[in-house]
C-alpha cells in the first residue's frame, strides 16, 4: 500500500501536463501511486497519460467516455486509490521539489492526522512567484482572532500538535480549495465525502472535511506552486456558469443541517457564503454584465434563507439586505471616494515635499555642526554592518561626536539598542539632522532627496568585498540590473568622498564600477573587526540561542541569489538533505541572501526545517558577524560573506554547480572557482565527498585559504573602525599600518576579455 494515491483530472491540459507528472514521479520520496483521469480531453493529454502509464508502473490511467467536470472526474479516480492519504492535484499546477517528502514527514509527526495543511506559491506567466499571504497561519503564528469572530467553541485535538477546525478557526481564512491538502482515506471514505458536478466543486469538499476532521496539521512549506495562467483558467471564464456557487453552499448548509454538532459553525458559514457570492460579483471577467442583477438577487434571497437567528449582519454582507440599483450605488460611490483618496494623498504628499524642501531649505542656512554623524545601514534597517562598527568605536573613543541614526519605520526603532538616537527617513527631525551634519556614513546610497551640502563629509562603506558586478559594470547585464537605474545610482554615488576597501581588488572595483570623484581609503573593513581578531568565546552566544551542543561541528551554508532567475532564489542545495549527509555531531545553518528572506525561498522548506531542529535558520540574525564567529567551516557559492569568513582562517568550501550561468548573468570580477579560498565542488555529491573524506580542511585547503587572505584581508587587521573615527571624523593624521602603496601588478580580469585589465594608475 503506497502512503500516498496522487489523484490528477485532465482536460485540455498538454501544455502543462507533462511538467506536472514530472513533477509527481520524479519526488525523491517514491512511496506513491498516481491515477490520472483523462476527462474525455479532446487534444493529446490522454496519449500523453498513456505514455507516462508504459514508461511507470506507479502511473494509472483512466479514460472517461465522456466530459464529466473537474469534481467527478477527481470521483472517478477516488475508488481506484489504495494509498493512506489522497492527494488532488490539479493537471496545470505542479508539486515543489521534496514536497511529498516534507509532507510524508510531517504526517509521521502528527501521527497520521485526518488532514494536513500546506502552503502554495502562486506562479505567474510572466514568471514571478508570490508566496500565499496567509502563510503565518500554518506556522501558528496568525494574529489572535477577536472574541465573537463567528467560530464555535472547541479545543485541541488529541495527537502531537493537531488540532480541529474549531480549535484554531483561522485555518479556515485560508484558500478554500482542495489541493493545498492531503486526506486520510480511511477519513474520506468513512464519512462518505464526494465532489459536485459544477463550478467551485471544491467548496462542498472543503467546509465539510475541515469541519469533521477530528485532527489537522499544518505544514509550513510551499507543496504546490499554483500556476496563474493568463487565459483558460475556468474560474476566469466569463459565464453563467459561475451560478453554481449557489448550490455548492447549499450542499454545505444542508450538511451542517445533518450535524448538529456543526450548527455553531452557522453564523460563519452565512458570512462566508455572502462574502464569496460578492466577491464574484464584483471581479469583472466572471459573469455576463447582463446577469449580474439575477446573481445578485440569488445571493441575496439564499443569505436571508440562511441567515441565523439573531445574527447581526455587518460589512460588505450588509449590502445584501438591499437592493441591487443600492449594490450598484454603493460600489460606484466606492470607487469615487477611492479615488478622491488617491488624488486627496497625491496633493498631500505634494504639499509635504513642497514643506519638506521649505523646512530642509531653512535649517540649511545654519551651519554644519561638526559633531553630527548620521548613520544609515541595509536601507535604513537598523544598527548593522560597518556603519554600526563605526559608531560603536565612536561613541568609545570619541564621545563627543552625536551619533544618530535613520531608520525606515517605528517597527524598526522598536527593535534598536536602548540609547541609540533615531530619525524617520523623511520626517521633519530627519530633515533637521541631514541639514546640520557634519558626516554621513552608509553602506548603499542614501536617498536622492538628500542634497550634500558644502562641507560635509560622505563616508560610504559598501557592503563586503566585491565578487559580482557592480554599479556601472551591470550596464550590459540587464538580468541583474532589471528595475536598477545605473545613472542614477551613479549621480548618488557622486556624493561620496570616501570610499572604505579592505583590499586591493576593492579599491580597483569600485573606482571601475562608480566612476565618481571620491577617495579610496585602505582602512579594512570596519565590521570585520570583531572576525580579524576575535574574543575568546566569540560565537558561544549565538550557539547557545539556537541550542547547538559545543562539541558539534558548526557548517554555514551561506547561498546567494540569482540573477538568472526571477525572484532569485534558485534551491541548488537540499538543506534536510545536505544535513543528513554531514551526519552526527554536525549542526548545519543556513543564512539566505537577504534579498530572499521574505520571498517564497523560506517557504519552500527551511522554514518547517528548523522548526523541526534538522538545520538552524539564521536568516533573521541581524548581526551576521555572530553566525560566522559561531561557524567551524562555511558553504557557500558566491556570497561576499566568503571574504569576511576568511579573516578566521578556518574552512570554506565553494559550491559552483552553476557557475557559467552565475557570470552568463551577472557577471564576476575574477574565477572563484580558480582562485577560491578552499576545496571547490561543482556537484552535489563532490561536496558531500569533500566533507566525508575530509578533504575540506585538508592541507590542500589551507593552502588555497593562506592564498586568498594574503590578497582579500590585507587590510583588515582589526583596527578598522578605529582608523575610520580617528582619521576620517576627527581628522588625526593617518597612523602606520599594514597598508602598502598600491602594487603595479594588481589587476582585475574582464569577465569574458582577458585582455580587459584594470591597472592601478
Given at each position: 500500500?503506497?502512503r500516498f494515491s496522487?489523484?490528477v483530472?485532465?482536460?485540455?491540459?498538454?501544455?502543462?501536463l507533462?511538467?506536472?507528472?514530472?513533477?509527481?514521479?520524479e519526488?525523491?520520496?517514491e512511496?506513491?501511486?498516481?491515477?490520472?483521469?483523462?476527462?474525455?480531453?479532446?487534444?493529446?493529454?490522454?496519449?500523453?497519460?498513456?505514455?507516462?502509464a508504459?514508461?511507470?508502473?506507479r502511473?494509472?490511467?483512466?479514460?472517461?467516455?465522456e466530459?464529466?467536470?473537474?469534481?467527478?472526474?477527481?470521483?472517478?479516480?477516488?475508488?481506484?486509490?489504495?494509498?493512506?492519504?489522497?492527494?488532488?492535484?490539479?493537471?496545470d499546477d505542479?508539486?515543489?521539489p521534496?514536497?511529498?517528502r516534507?509532507?510524508?514527514?510531517?504526517?509521521?509527526?502528527?501521527?497520521?492526522?485526518?488532514?494536513?495543511v500546506?502552503?502554495?506559491?502562486r506562479?505567474?506567466?510572466?514568471?514571478?512567484?508570490?508566496?500565499n499571504?496567509?502563510?503565518?497561519?500554518l506556522?501558528?503564528?496568525?494574529?489572535?482572532r477577536p472574541?465573537?469572530?463567528?467560530?464555535?467553541?472547541g479545543?485541541?485535538?488529541?495527537?502531537?500538535?493537531?488540532f480541529?477546525a474549531?480549535?484554531?478557526?483561522?485555518?479556515?481564512?485560508?484558500l478554500?480549495?482542495?489541493?493545498n491538502?492531503?486526506?486520510?482515506?480511511?477519513?474520506?471514505?468513512?464519512h462518505?465525502?464526494?465532489?459536485?458536478?459544477?463550478?467551485?466543486?471544491?467548496?462542498?469538499?472543503?467546509?465539510?472535511?475541515?469541519?469533521s476532521?477530528?485532527?489537522?496539521?499544518?505544514?509550513?512549506r510551499?507543496?504546490?506552486?499554483?500556476?496563474?495562467?493568463?487565459?483558460g483558467?475556468?474560474?476566469s471564464?466569463?459565464?453563467?456558469?459561475h451560478?453554481d456557487?449557489?448550490d455548492?453552499y447549499?450542499?454545505?448548509?444542508a450538511?451542517?443541517d445533518?450535524?448538529p454538532?456543526?450548527?455553531?459553525?452557522?453564523?460563519?458559514?452565512?458570512?462566508?457564503?455572502?462574502?464569496?457570492?460578492?466577491?464574484?460579483?464584483?471581479k469583472?471577467?466572471?459573469?455576463?454584465?447582463?446577469?449580474?442583477?439575477?446573481f445578485?438577487?440569488?445571493?441575496?434571497?439564499?443569505?436571508?434563507?440562511?441567515?441565523?437567528?439573531?445574527?447581526r449582519?455587518?460589512?460588505?454582507?450588509?449590502?445584501l439586505?438591499?437592493?441591487?440599483?443600492?449594490?450598484?450605488?454603493s460600489?460606484?460611490?466606492?470607487?469615487?471616494g477611492?479615488?478622491?483618496?488617491?488624488?486627496?494623498?497625491?496633493?498631500r504628499?505634494?504639499?509635504g515635499?513642497?514643506?519638506?524642501?521649505?523646512?530642509a531649505a531653512?535649517?540649511?542656512?545654519?551651519?554644519?555642526?561638526?559633531?553630527?554623524?548620521?548613520y544609515s545601514?541595509?536601507?535604513?534597517?537598523?544598527?548593522?554592518?560597518?556603519?554600526?562598527?563605526?559608531?560603536?568605536k565612536?561613541?568609545e573613543?570619541?564621545?563627543?561626536l552625536?551619533?544618530?541614526?535613520?531608520?525606515?519605520?517605528?517597527?524598526?526603532?522598536a527593535r534598536?539598542?536602548?540609547?541609540?538616537?533615531w530619525?524617520?527617513?523623511?520626517?521633519?527631525?530627519?530633515?533637521?539632522?541631514?541639514?546640520?551634519?557634519?558626516?554621513?556614513?552608509?553602506d548603499?546610497n542614501?536617498?536622492g532627496?538628500?542634497?550634500?551640502?558644502?562641507?560635509?563629509?560622505h563616508?560610504?562603506?559598501?557592503r563586503g568585498?566585491?565578487l559580482k558586478?557592480?554599479?556601472?559594470?551591470l550596464?550590459?547585464?540587464?538580468?541583474a540590473?532589471?528595475?536598477?537605474?545605473?545613472p542614477?545610482?551613479?549621480?548618488?554615488a557622486?556624493?561620496?568622498d570616501?570610499?572604505?576597501?579592505a583590499n586591493?581588488h576593492?579599491?580597483?572595483?569600485?573606482?571601475?564600477?562608480?566612476?565618481?570623484h571620491f577617495?579610496?581609503?585602505?582602512?579594512?573593513?570596519?565590521?570585520?573587526?570583531?572576525?580579524a581578531?576575535?574574543?575568546?568565546?566569540?560565537?558561544?552566544?549565538?550557539?547557545?540561542?539556537?541550542?547547538?551542543?559545543?562539541?558539534?561541528?558548526?557548517?554555514?551554508?551561506?547561498?546567494t541569489r540569482?540573477?538568472?532567475?526571477?525572484?532569485?532564489?534558485v534551491?541548488?542545495?537540499?538543506?534536510a538533505?545536505?544535513a543528513?549527509?554531514l551526519?552526527?555531531g554536525?549542526?548545519?545553518?543556513?543564512?539566505l541572501?537577504?534579498?530572499l528572506?521574505?520571498?517564497?525561498a523560506?517557504?519552500m522548506g527551511?522554514?518547517e526545517?528548523?522548526?523541526?531542529?534538522?538545520?538552524?535558520?539564521?536568516?533573521?540574525?541581524?548581526?551576521?558577524?555572530?553566525?560566522?564567529?559561531?561557524?567551524?567551516?562555511?558553504?557557500?557559492?558566491?556570497?561576499?560573506?566568503?571574504?569576511?569568513y576568511?579573516n578566521?582562517?578556518?574552512p570554506?568550501v565553494?559550491?559552483?554547480?552553476?557557475?557559467?550561468?552565475?557570470?552568463?548573468?551577472?557577471?564576476?570580477?575574477?574565477?572563484i572557482?580558480?582562485e577560491?579560498?578552499?576545496?571547490?565542488?561543482?556537484?552535489?555529491p563532490?561536496?558531500?565527498?569533500?566533507?566525508a573524506?575530509?578533504?575540506?580542511?585538508?592541507?590542500?585547503?589551507?593552502r588555497?585559504?593562506?592564498?586568498?587572505?594574503?590578497?582579500f584581508c590585507?587590510?583588515d587587521?582589526?583596527?578598522?573602525?578605529?582608523?575610520?573615527?580617528?582619521?576620517?571624523?576627527?581628522?588625526?593624521?593617518a597612523?602606520g599600518?599594514p597598508?602598502?602603496?598600491?602594487?603595479?601588478?594588481?589587476?582585475?580580469?574582464?569577465?569574458?576579455v582577458?585582455?580587459?585589465?584594470?591597472t592601478?594608475?
Open positions: 500500500m503506497p496522487v489523484i483530472p485532465c482536460f485540455k491540459v498538454q501544455g502543462f507533462r511538467e506536472c507528472l514530472d513533477s509527481v514521479l519526488q525523491s520520496f512511496d506513491l501511486e498516481l491515477i490520472a483521469v483523462d476527462d474525455c480531453s479532446p487534444d493529446g493529454s490522454g496519449a500523453i497519460l498513456d505514455e507516462y508504459a514508461r511507470d508502473p502511473v494509472t490511467v483512466l479514460h472517461l467516455p466530459n464529466v467536470g473537474l469534481g467527478r472526474a477527481r470521483n472517478a479516480g477516488m475508488p481506484h486509490a489504495t494509498g493512506d492519504y489522497l492527494f488532488f492535484l490539479d493537471s505542479t508539486l515543489t521534496g514536497a511529498l516534507a509532507v510524508a514527514d510531517r504526517l509521521a509527526e502528527a501521527g497520521d492526522p485526518d488532514v494536513l500546506f502552503d502554495y506559491a506562479t505567474y506567466w510572466w514568471g514571478g512567484t508570490r508566496r499571504v496567509l502563510a503565518h497561519v506556522a501558528g503564528g496568525g494574529p489572535p472574541d465573537g469572530a463567528g467560530a464555535p467553541a479545543g485541541a485535538a488529541g495527537g502531537a500538535d493537531t480541529t474549531a480549535g484554531r478557526p483561522e485555518i479556515l481564512d485560508l478554500m480549495v482542495v489541493w491538502k492531503v486526506y486520510r482515506r480511511d477519513f474520506v471514505t468513512g462518505g465525502f464526494r465532489f459536485p458536478p459544477g463550478y467551485y466543486e471544491d467548496t462542498p469538499w472543503t467546509f465539510p472535511v475541515m469541519l476532521a477530528g485532527r489537522i496539521a499544518a505544514l509550513d510551499i507543496c504546490v506552486n499554483y500556476r496563474q495562467r493568463r487565459q483558467s475556468i474560474l471564464t466569463t459565464s453563467r456558469k451560478f456557487v449557489h455548492q447549499a450542499r454545505v448548509f450538511f451542517v445533518r450535524h454538532d456543526l450548527w455553531d459553525w452557522r453564523p460563519y458559514l452565512h458570512r462566508k457564503m455572502g462574502e464569496h457570492c460578492l466577491d464574484i460579483l464584483a469583472p471577467d466572471r459573469l455576463p454584465p447582463a446577469d449580474k442583477a439575477e445578485f438577487r440569488r445571493t441575496a434571497e439564499m443569505f436571508r434563507a440562511h441567515k441565523p437567528e439573531g445574527v449582519v455587518d460589512g460588505e454582507t450588509a449590502l439586505e438591499g437592493s441591487y440599483a443600492r449594490y450598484r450605488l460600489r460606484q460611490a466606492g470607487r469615487a477611492r479615488e478622491a483618496a488617491r488624488r486627496a494623498a497625491q496633493a504628499r505634494a504639499a515635499a513642497r514643506a519638506r524642501r521649505g523646512f531653512l535649517h540649511a542656512c545654519r551651519p554644519l555642526d561638526p559633531h553630527l554623524v548620521v545601514a541595509s536601507s535604513h534597517r537598523g544598527v548593522l554592518g560597518d556603519p554600526a562598527a563605526v559608531y560603536r565612536a561613541r573613543i570619541a564621545p563627543q552625536r551619533g544618530v541614526w535613520v531608520v525606515r519605520d517605528e517597527e524598526t526603532a534598536l539598542p536602548p540609547g541609540v538616537e530619525v524617520r527617513v523623511d520626517s521633519r527631525r530627519y530633515l533637521e539632522v541631514t541639514a546640520r551634519a557634519a558626516f554621513f556614513v552608509n548603499v542614501w536617498p532627496s538628500l542634497a550634500k551640502r558644502p562641507g560635509s563629509v563616508i560610504h562603506t559598501h568585498t566585491p558586478y557592480a554599479g556601472a559594470d550596464r550590459d547585464k540587464p538580468g540590473r532589471l528595475g536598477l537605474d545605473v542614477q545610482m551613479l549621480r548618488r557622486d556624493r561620496w570616501y570610499s572604505l576597501v586591493r576593492s579599491e580597483l572595483v569600485w573606482e571601475r564600477a562608480y566612476p565618481c577617495t579610496s581609503v585602505r582602512t579594512g573593513s570596519p565590521r570585520n573587526d570583531v572576525l581578531v576575535p574574543a575568546e568565546g566569540a560565537g558561544s552566544a549565538f550557539r547557545l540561542r539556537h541550542g547547538i551542543p559545543e562539541d558539534h561541528t558548526v557548517v554555514l551554508y551561506a547561498p540569482r540573477d538568472y532567475r526571477r525572484g532569485g532564489h534551491e541548488r542545495i537540499d538543506p538533505r545536505f543528513a549527509d551526519g552526527a554536525h549542526t548545519l545553518v543556513v543564512r541572501h537577504p534579498t528572506a521574505q520571498g517564497p523560506r517557504g527551511l522554514s526545517l528548523a522548526r523541526r531542529g534538522i538545520v538552524v535558520d539564521a536568516t533573521d540574525e541581524p548581526h551576521v558577524e555572530e553566525v560566522l564567529l559561531a561557524a567551524d567551516a562555511l558553504v557557500t557559492d558566491y556570497s561576499s560573506l566568503m571574504f569576511d576568511a578566521l582562517d578556518r570554506i565553494v559550491h559552483a554547480d552553476d557557475w557559467a550561468a552565475f557570470t552568463a548573468s551577472r557577471g564576476a570580477y575574477l574565477d572557482t580558480a577560491a579560498p578552499g576545496r571547490v565542488s561543482r556537484s552535489y563532490e561536496l558531500v565527498s569533500l566533507f573524506s575530509g578533504a575540506w580542511r585538508d592541507e590542500g585547503a589551507a588555497a585559504r593562506a592564498e586568498f587572505r594574503a590578497r590585507e587590510f587587521d582589526g583596527r578598522a573602525a578605529e582608523r575610520v573615527v580617528r582619521t576620517l571624523l576627527l581628522g588625526e593624521p597612523a599600518g597598508h602598502g602603496a598600491g602594487s603595479a601588478d594588481a589587476h582585475i580580469p574582464g569577465q569574458t582577458t585582455g580587459d585589465l584594470l592601478p594608475m
